[in-house]
């Protein structure tokens, strides 16, 4: 089976790394140079102490025609839309489709694309890019995947092939599936990117976790949560296991990168308001963050 | 006629600066050495190029026994309690006190001050202590006040024999002047802290102009502000004239000091609660900044 990978940042590198292992894999990139890079060089993964070399095929993404049997888009909300075009101008419809973006702000794109199957993905791993052809798997983790569109045997077969360093497990209802990520990001990544703090200070620092747990009510009431406790226990947790860990819209506000503020708290800004419910803490929280993106001349 | 000044920060040693051109001036410090270095080195007061030394008198705090005809309280709000237990178990009732301090929280510690005239005023200059005995007057503006309790006689006398350089400004009405000014502290303090920008941003960056108007929103349906558009051109004004300043909150954060928080959102969240009012906004600044002060262990 041939597998497309599109997108060459941590998450690429990673899922190029591993699934490279047991199918052939070309990797899609932005730029001609990452593209000489990775094919020069191989994708370099380190985990832990140990190195592995993954030989992958890579080429620009202008070269991308979609007759992998399983392509994975894994690039960031926010550069989803020209993929899509690209996707809906192929000369062929694509098979199966794979997108692992943050957020939930790309459902209403993917009722949009033209493919037999379409499939969505929510990734725990931690994976840091030390530069164009070498990544660092840095928190050892699983990807959950559901249907969202057609059927999902391609994915099946895919993934019992794929060794358990590196599992994929299937979940029943993708909505669910990605709320459940969207949740624990829209409060984790704004409050630590707003803070500068390490996640486990949002629980750790007393002042901090009440902001926490009013903006967690915030979005309970905007998602209409049955299980609150639940879904607050799980942030707590997540925060607890992950206390040193810098969230990845802290890593993109000090790397004057854009953030994924749009997919995540834009999102949910959206649902309130189409309910006609009030999002103050959510709304201050969104253009602050959005504040610090101009603040750094990216919109510039 | 003798004055005392309690509080040798940046404002008590400025009024003590200018005070004692005209006045016989004793200014009170909370240790013995600050004391101490005042009277052998004088207040030394920079403005722009020009250096003045102001000799003046100075005693620890426990020195002082309200004999003054007026005395300046110049500390922090939250200093304010012991200073008012001290007045209030002085051998003799004194005469008259004026309080300088930011925001509204003192307000009802006023009530329980045995004194024959109570003031209070309200700051507009600028000034950065650089060491015990030296302050810079780098923003040049006047003091208001205003008669909280008895009658403003003595404070009218004072206050028409200091120069021009050093403006005292008498207003009718107390209430309405502290809160001119605690309005303006309440949007540009605690955002700046956060976001740790000068005064200039808030109203420069159109993401953060977002959040000082809503902000400001919340803030009149808790005052019931009537001249609301008034105000917010006041903030506006006050941004664009300072913008290259850093809030004296943000410095605060910075030099890990402890803020105002308390007497500035603490006094807004408190009139919200007695109102059954919601101020969601308020209430995550407040605790994003009781947070930062924790997290540099102030509260240790």
Redesign the interface.
């Known amino acids: 089976m041939k597998v497309g990978i599109i997108g060459a940042g941590s998450i690429g590198l990673l899922f190029a790394a591993y699934i490279s292992r047991v199918f052939e894999v070309t990797i899609y990139t932005r730029t001609a140079e990452q593209a000489a890079e990775i094919n020069r060089r191989g994708i370099i993964l380190q985990k832990g102490s140990e190195q592995t070399i993954s030989i992958v095929s890579a080429l620009p993404i202008t070269e991308w025609k979609g007759t992998e049997a399983l392509t994975i888009i894994a690039v960031k909300q926010y550069q989803l839309q020209s993929i899509i075009e690209k996707i809906n101008h192929l000369s062929i419809m694509p098979e199966n489709l794979l997108f692992l973006q943050n957020g939930m702000g790309h459902l209403k794109l993917l009722t949009n694309i033209q493919a037999k199957n379409i499939f969505v993905g929510s990734v725990e791993h931690g994976a840091l890019k030390d530069n164009s052809y070498r990544v660092n798997h840095n928190g050892v983790g699983k990807t959950n995947v559901a249907v969202f569109n057609g059927d999902g045997l391609l994915l099946q077969q895919f993934s019992t092939r794929l060794s358990e360093e590196f599992p994929i497990e299937f979940q029943e209802d993708y909505y669910e599936m990605l709320e459940n990520k969207l949740i624990v990001n829209a409060v984790i990544n704004p409050l630590t990117a ?2 500068q ?1 390490e996640n486990g ?1 949002l629980v750790n ?4 976790f ?2 926490l747990k ?2 967690f009510r ?1 979005i309970s009431f905007i998602l209409n949560l049955e299980k609150q406790e639940e879904h607050l226990q799980q942030i707590i947790s997540i925060c607890k296991n992950t206390a040193e860990n810098r969230s990845s819209m802290l890593k993109d506000i000090e790397a004057n990168r854009p953030t994924e503020i749009d997919a995540i708290l834009g999102f949910l800004l959206e649902k309130a308001a189409r309910q006609e419910k009030r999002a ?2 959510l ?2 929280l969104y ?2 963050i ?6 750094r001349g990216r919109l510039s």
């Open positions: 707003i803070l703090v200070e620092n007393p002042f901090y009440n902001v009013n903006l915030e103050p803490q709304e201050t253009y602050l959005k504040g610090k993106e101009a603040e």
